[in-house]
Structure formats: C-alpha cells, structure tokens
C-alpha cells in the first residue's frame, strides 16, 4: 500500500533529512515512526502523503509513484490521509463543528449530509457537547481529539498523526493513543510518530530513525526499543 | 453537477458572511470604487451628450454669402442664378440689404444700435444649402463661392463645430486615457485588498491546502470577493453618475431657459450602465486572481 523504495530528501539550505530509505506498509496495519529530535519522522510522514516530494528514489502510494505525481493530481492524493500535524493546525477563528467539517467541504460535501459527518466524528472522539466551542477553550487533550475528529471526518484508509502526543500528560495521552488504536481495528492504517517508546503496542510495525537513516524497521519491537 | 453548484454556493454563502461581518468595510470599498469610476463615467456622459448635440446641427451645415457693398441688382441676380445652377447647391435664400436693415430696426434689442447708424451698413447676402455633407467638400464649396464675382465673403457656419468637433474627439480619447489608468489603479486597489484578506486567512489556506483543497477551491471565496466588489463598486458608479448628471441638469435647465432651449443632458443609457457594471466586474476579478496566484504559488507542492 506505501512502499519506499530508496528515497532520500533534502531541504534546500539544509543538510540530508532522510537518507536511502527504503520500507513497505501493507493496509491496515499500526505503524510507529520513533527516533529522536530532528531524526527525520516528520519529514517521513510528510513525504507519505505528499507534502513534500522526494529529492531522489520511489514513493509508491497505492502503486502510483507520487515523485511524479502531477501538481494538479496532489490534491485529491493528500484527501486519502487523515493527518493529524504536531502543532494540531485548528483554525482558532470558528467553533470545533466548523474546523471538523472543512475536509468535508473542500470534498464538495455541505449541509445536513456534512453535518451527520461532523457529528460522527465529534462523536467518536467524545467532543460532541462541543461542537458549538471555540477550540482555545479546549484543554491540550481536546484539542488533539479535536484535529483527530478532522482527521478521520473524511474516513480516510490510512491515517497519520505526527507525535500526537508530544504536550499532554500521561493519563491524556494513553487516552489519545486508545484512540488511535480503535481506529486500526476497525481497518484503517495508522501511522503515529512518536518518541515515547512507551506508547507503542505489541504488535506494531515500528521505524526507527536516527540522523536520517533506517536503523531498524521490525514488526514486533517492543522490548528492545524499550531497552534502547 | 450537484457537487459542483455545491463548491459555488458554499464559496459564495462564506463570502457574503464575511462581508457581512465587515459590512462597513465592505462598503467602504464599494465607496471607493464607485467615486473612482464615477469620474470617467461623468466625463464620457458629457462628451456623449455635446457630440450629438454637435451631430443635430451638423446636419444642416450653411455658408453665408456677403455680397460686395456696391453689388448691384444685376450681380446679385447673376449670383442667384448660378446658385440655381450649381450642382452642389440644394437651396439658396436670399435677403436684400433692405430686408436685413428692416429686420434690425424692427428687432427690440438692435434697434437702439442701428438707429445710431445713418445709414444701411449691410450687404445683400445669400444663404445657401449644401446638397453635400463632407466637411472637405463643403469646405470646397465654400472656396469656390468666394472666388466668385461680386462676393465679399463666404463664411462656412459648420467651422466651430468642427472645432468642437475635433475637441470631442480629443476628449473621447483623454477618457480612454482615464480609464484606463482607472482601470489600473482598480487592479491595484481589489489585488491589495483580497491580498489582506489572504494574509488574515492564511492559516486556513494552508491547511486546506495540507488536507487536499484544489487551487480552484481556494480561489473560489476571493473571486467571489472580487466580483461582488466589482458589482458593488459599479452600481455606486452608476447611481453617482446619474445622480451628477441630474444635478448638471438642475443648473442647465436654469441657463437653457435663458436661451428658450429646453436642453439638457441625456441620462447615459441602460447599456452603458451594464457596461460599467460588467467592466468593473471583470477588472476587479482579474485583480483577484493575480492576488490569489500570488499567494497560491508560494503555497504550492515542491
Ligand atoms: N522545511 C524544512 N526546511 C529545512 N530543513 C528542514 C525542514 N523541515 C525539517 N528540516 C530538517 O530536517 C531534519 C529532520 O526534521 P524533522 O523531519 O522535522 O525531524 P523530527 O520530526 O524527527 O523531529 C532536521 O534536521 C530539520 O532541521
Ligand atoms: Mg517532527
């Protein structure tokens, strides 16, 4: 379903992000990207859904080679993902029920058929009392709840969310990461990078980066990256 | 197709909240756009109104012919007969020098002047009637006729006209002239404001732009903008341009009164109203576009 083969990216100004990577993920599976700061997991997770190109090597997205992807063709790429950034991307000028239903608009969907949606998914992440807040009166937990409510309003197969719970305290974040994880089962791919290895479950896929490069890339990694 | 009025609407449904939100500023620019299109528009109105009323009177262009002050009888009745006889000619009046001193005296407000006179200072003069239209070969005419025998001068009516004439013609041009430097300053004035309004929207262009929205999706709200703008901004122009023109005409009414003429300016017509309208429509979708690219290509997928 994605598959790099050999890529690399380099920030123009900027040194080699990431170098010769090279991995595959199959449909429905939980995947964590770790490393440490400035190791490459954004950079990775952006390269996924076409935020940025490769500067060299094979992206393949459902076998269509995204390098190559027409500008034009982009768009309706990017719509497959759900993402959840690090810094949330709310828009703090209108109420949790408008920043939930703007993936849902730019898909030409409006109305009361947006609205079932909206609430849906405001729903699922348990903010359905809110619809009508602003997000800067959330908490830091809601808020993340609230751009994964924006993320998978679109029901998107393969959603990623960049270190999801980099500013909350532990009882939030195990919170926000049972979240992630009932969207797995229910056959979504799930991307999460992360740095706290403590998070990461048994039997997840697991890309450790360190300066760029792919150090391991195993499908049960539980106890060592506990250990590293 | 569903899909697709959907787009247009909810682009247009945020676009008018927006306004309405900013109601004063939003009018504000109609303001703005209507005084500047106004301008021009008063000016072609006029130019309009005084190139028909040169156009009703160049119908019926004359050449007075001032005989010599010792022509007799004869030569006058020579010259009539050639008038009769000229192919260029369509008719020919003619008024003895005694016809036009009677005429003076009886006339109230002359009278005074020529009883100061002792005697009859007037020639006998002919006015004659082109059966040709061309100013050049009524100019002709007019030579040929003064070359004739016992003609003292042959004055062509139309010369002010054509003055006035060549006058308009360097008017209609200063206008284009205007609007088009108008039509500039226009551009300008809409591509600053939607570029603004991207700058307090940033945010959420970009993550649009982050979770999949075309360029066209993002394009859509400002061109809204911009053509609702142009709407407005047009029909101010319009409303103050016939607002102008019925002011001019309070005070026209007053001067044409002095001279027995019902004159006064015509309102500009409907078409030329749509004209405005639909011209500033489209400059200032245009300055919305340039605006919006700008930003977008800053945007875009490297
Ligand atoms: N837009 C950018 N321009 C230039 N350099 C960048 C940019 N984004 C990231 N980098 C650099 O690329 C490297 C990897 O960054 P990133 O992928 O954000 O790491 P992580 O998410 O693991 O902290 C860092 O050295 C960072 O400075
Ligand atoms: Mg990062």
Request: aromatic content about 6%; some cysteine; glycine content about 8%.
């Amino acid at each position: 379903m994605i598959k790099f083969d050999q890529v690399n990216k380099r920030y123009p100004g900027s040194h080699q992000a990431l170098q010769n990577i090279s991995f595959e993920i199959e449909a429905g599976e939980l995947v964590y990207v770790t490393g440490h700061s400035g190791a490459g997991k954004s950079t990775l997770l952006k390269l996924i859904a076409a935020l940025e190109r490769p500067t060299s090597g094979t992206v393949l997205i459902n076998n269509q080679n995204i390098s190559h992807l027409r500008s034009a063709l982009v768009p309706y790429l990017r719509r497959k993902f759900g993402l959840v950034f690090q810094d949330h991307k709310l828009l703090y000028d209108r109420n949790c029920f408008d920043n939930v239903a703007l993936p849902l608009h730019i898909n030409g969907i409006t109305g009361s058929e947006a609205g079932k949606r909206v609430r849906a998914a405001l729903d699922k992440v348990g903010l359905l009392d809110k619809e009508k807040a602003m997000p800067i009166t959330l908490s830091g937990g809601e808020q993340q709840r609230l751009a994964i409510a924006r993320a998978v309003v679109s029901r998107p197969a393969i959603l990623i969310a960049d270190e999801p719970t980099g500013n909350l305290d532990a009882t939030y974040a195990a919170e926000i990461m049972q979240l992630f994880h009932a969207f797995q089962q229910v056959g979504v791919t799930v991307i999460i990078a992360t740095h706290d290895v403590r998070e990461i479950k048994p039997h997840a896929k697991v890309l450790k980066l360190d300066h760029g490069h792919l150090t391991t890339l195993r499908g049960d990694q539980r106890t060592q990256e506990t250990a590293a | 197709m569903k899909h697709w009025l959907n787009q247009h609407t909810q682009a247009l449904g945020l676009v008018l909240k927006r306004m309405r939100k900013n109601l004063l500023a939003t009018l504000l620019m109609f303001i703005v756009m209507g005084v500047t299109l106004s301008l021009p528009g008063t000016l072609y109105v006029i130019v309009e109104n005084l190139n028909r009323l040169a156009g009703s009177m160049q119908t019926d262009p004359q050449i007075s012919l001032f005989l010599k002050l010792d022509a007799d009888r004869s030569t006058a009745a020579a010259i009539g007969k050639k008038l009769d006889a000229h192919p260029s000619v369509r008719a020919h009046r003619f008024i003895s020098k005694d016809t036009a001193w009677e005429q003076i005296q009886q006339d109230a407000e002359t009278a005074a002047v020529s009883a100061s006179l002792e005697r009859n200072p007037l020639p006998d003069a002919y006015f004659v009637t082109p059966e040709i239209l061309q100013p050049d070969e009524i100019e002709a005419l007019q030579a040929e006729l003064q070359q004739w025998e016992g003609v003292e001068l042959a004055q062509l009516d139309t010369s002010w006209i054509k003055r006035l004439n060549a006058l308009l013609q360097l008017g209609k041009k200063g206008i284009l002239v205007l609007v088009a430097l108008l039509g500039i300053a226009l551009i300008v004035i809409i591509g600053n404001t939607i570029r603004l309004q991207i700058l307090t929207q940033r945010e959420e262009i970009e993550v649009s732009k982050l979770i999949g929205a075309t360029d066209s999706f993002i394009r859509r709200p400002f061109l809204y903008a911009g053509t609702i703008y142009g709407l407005g901004g047009g029909l101010v122009a319009w409303l103050l341009l016939i607002g102008i023109i019925r002011l001019f005409n309070l005070s026209i009414a007053d001067l044409a009164e002095l001279y027995a003429s019902g004159y006064r300016l015509d309102l500009p017509a409907l078409e030329t109203g749509i004209g405005i309208v639909a011209g500033t429509v489209l400059l200032s979708w245009l300055g919305s576009y340039i605006a919006v690219n700008r930003s977008l290509s800053q945007l875009n997928y490297k």
